[in-house]
């Protein structure tokens, strides 16, 4: 005897659906909103790893010149010379205020405005 | 004839409204939200995915990466779409990838293969009508297969059966003309 249309559509709504594993739910959160957080975005690996070969390039350039072990030398000679960095106070005056802005921004100022809309 | 099964209504006529807000919640950093969603439509999508490769554990898999990608491409999802419609979408596109990629190793030209499922209790259940209709189905060839399930799944919504496939309407109605013929030929005593 032949099904008719309406028995078929009948028999079709009523077709339990498959049952999926138990653990389904938990492994598909466990892949996505469980995920643990990559500690760098795909962006910023590429901005990385870009720099870090424009580095490596200059470098090299840098390294492969003639004589460049020389002219390197002379190079932080002069800077070291022309920022005052060969002369003691210079060092001691800088040590001073890398110690002194480090301190700054170790001590925690209380947020006024915060008190004032708390008040 | 006369398939009384139990009847269970599909679970995807869920509120759009309610969809959309747990949406929201999600991109704003509620992982319950998404969790809501998971619950709501993992066994529909399971079951299109079980249906079109007819392999659990493929169906298992094929789920898992279609809520993997829906839940990174939330951002894009377009307010005031179907959850439904856009989740099976993406589960059927990857069915068929995968169905591509077992077509590629086998060389076959429908590869199907048996669900490793199917063991004693099968067997036992033979007589049970809702057996006999899904043993229909899985001989249906796969377009018509994925047809009728998505019938059985969105309901008579032809439009959004015609999206998930991304198939003509009229060749939607087709197909699903002759997937029904098909079962019926199939189921007739």
């Known amino acids: 005897m032949m099904m008719d249309d309406d028995a078929l559509d009948r028999a079709l709504a009523a077709l339990p659906l498959d049952e999926p594993p138990a653990d389904l739910q938990q492994r598909i959160l466990a892949r996505t909103v469980y995920a643990p957080r990559a500690a760098l975005r795909g962006w910023e690996l590429w901005v990385i790893a870009i720099a870090a070969a424009l580095v490596g390039w200059f470098g090299w350039v840098l390294l492969s010149a003639p004589h460049a072990q020389e002219r390197i030398t002379d190079t932080l000679a002069r800077v070291i010379a022309v920022s005052g960095l060969d002369s003691m106070n210079t060092v001691l005056w800088l040590a001073a205020g890398v110690s002194a802005t480090w301190w700054i921004v170790q001590l925690s100022v209380p947020d006024r405005r915060r008190r004032i809309e708390v008040r | ?189």
């Open chain 2, 1 to 189: 004839m006369g398939l009384a099964l139990a009847v269970e209504p599909p679970p995807v006529a869920a509120a759009p409204v309610e969809d959309q807000a747990l949406i929201a919640a999600t991109l704003a950093g509620n992982g319950e939200a998404f969790g809501e969603l998971v619950g709501r439509y993992q066994r529909a999508v399971y079951h299109l995915a079980a249906r079109t490769l007819r392999d659990s554990t493929e169906a298992e898999d094929a789920t898992q990466e279609a809520f993997f990608k829906a839940y990174r491409a939330l951002h894009s999802f377009r307010p005031g779409a179907k959850f439904s419609t856009w989740i099976f979408t993406i589960c059927y596109r990857l069915c068929c990838d995968r169905l591509a990629r077992r077509k590629r190793l086998s060389g076959d030209e429908l590869p199907d293969r048996a669900d490793p499922g199917a063991g004693p209790a099968l067997l036992a259940e033979r007589n049970d009508e809702a057996r006999r209709l899904r043993a229909a189905i899985d001989q249906l060839p796969e377009k018509y297969r994925t047809v009728i399930t998505l019938y059985h799944l969105q309901g008579k919504q032809y439009d959004e059966i015609a999206t998930v496939l991304n198939l003509p309407l009229g060749t939607v109605k087709t197909h699903l003309f002759r997937a029904k013929e098909q079962l019926r030929k199939a189921l007739t005593t």
